[in-house]
């Protein structure tokens, strides 16, 4: 997309979701730091986007790609974009583990380099997908249900657990799940009305679905999140919290309509992506150790450990931003 082309939310919408990132990978920081906290409140916050933070993601890059052009310059724009960035950061983390950096592959489980990004590599497989069905059939009909089948395929399999997390099969059931929503975004792409009515009424039906999952506390309406373990019958339920979401997300960020500092993250969302785990990780270690925060006699003390770590955290991802963009690193990612 030309700088003159650029959708200005959805560099907003990409922002809001970055950030949400560090707060739901806070959560789980947390719990490696051993902290015994009641963050409650924090992870109410948390599903309230959960559901659908990561396909957004998917969807804006379907929108805003091209899959008509022909295989050379295809794959040299996902080279430059995905591929080169990927490798590097997965190289970059590989020496920081071997020098002793903790959490420089996961944080999840056993620092094992296929597994440190999964999300880049799903990307990149979706993105394989959707080009190849695209040369096949011109017809988005033909995308949605090739790519829905694929999504069911993708669920099933890492349902089943035919393979482990730590394999790079994981990696490729989010790939077969993902391509639906980037074909979601061709869809909505080429069909400019139909996505007007979804931006216009998404947010109503996803904040109805939340209220009927906090109501009945139903677990028809799971996430399509790192941790998808779900039954087929939940599979449009399922669909519903997403796409309903993520055109919220995209509504309230048109509403937006301006932030530089949301618009600064959106843009450089890959890099946050892919650094944020080490600081994010000895930046909470630090404040809950050294600083003791928690500790503090008030009422919230831990909220404020929270939010310390968070603006800590989102100052160092400017200050890594600013090196891979700004430096001969950028390079690295295709800049």
């Known amino acids: 997309m030309t700088a003159q082309k650029r959708i200005t939310y959805f560099d907003i919408a990409k922002g809001l979701m970055i950030l949400g990132l560090l707060v739901s990978h806070f959560s789980i920081v947390k719990t490696h730091l051993g902290m015994k906290n009641d963050f409650r409140y924090l992870d109410m916050f948390i599903t309230l986007y959960s559901g659908f933070f990561m396909q957004c993601f998917f969807f804006i890059t379907g929108y805003c790609s091209s899959f008509t052009i022909d295989a050379k310059r295809f794959f040299t724009k996902l080279f430059k974009q995905l591929l080169l960035p990927l490798c ?18 996961d944080v999840f489980s056993t620092p094992i380099y296929l597994t440190s990004m999964w999300f880049v590599r799903a990307l990149i497989l979706a993105k394989i997908i959707v080009w190849v069905i695209q040369k096949v059939s011109k017809s988005d009909y033909v995308l949605l249900i090739v790519t829905f089948a694929l999504l069911v395929v993708g669920g099933a399999l890492n349902e089943l657990h035919l393979f482990t997390k730590e394999t790079e099969f994981f990696c490729y059931c989010h790939g077969l799940l993902a391509s639906f929503f980037v074909a979601l975004g061709v869809f909505f792409k080429r069909h400019g009305t139909l996505y007007e009515i979804f931006l216009k009424y998404g947010w109503s039906v996803y904040i109805t679905v939340l209220l009927v999952r906090f109501v009945s506390k139903t677990t028809v309406f799971q996430s399509f999140d790192a941790n998808i373990n779900f039954g087929i019958y939940q599979v449009v339920p399922m669909l519903i919290l997403t796409v309903s979401g993520l055109f919220a997300c995209l509504m309230l960020s048109k509403q937006i309509a301006s932030n530089p500092m ?11 992506y892919c650094v944020h785990i080490i600081p994010l990780y000895y930046i909470s270690r630090f404040v809950y150790n050294d600083l003791h925060v928690s500790a503090w006699h008030f009422i919230g003390s831990y909220y404020l450990l929270f939010l310390i770590v968070f603006a800590l955290t ?7 931003i600013i090196l891979f963009t700004k430096t001969p690193l950028r390079k690295c990612i295709g800049k």
Request: some cysteine; proline content about 0%.
């Open 88 to 105: 590097f950061f997965d190289i970059l983390n590989q020496v920081l583990y071997s020098l002793g950096v903790k959490y420089a592959c």
């Open 262 to 272: 949301l618009a600064f993250y959106g843009k450089n969302s890959l890099i946050v």
């Open 314 to 320: 989102s100052l160092a991802m400017v200050l890594f």
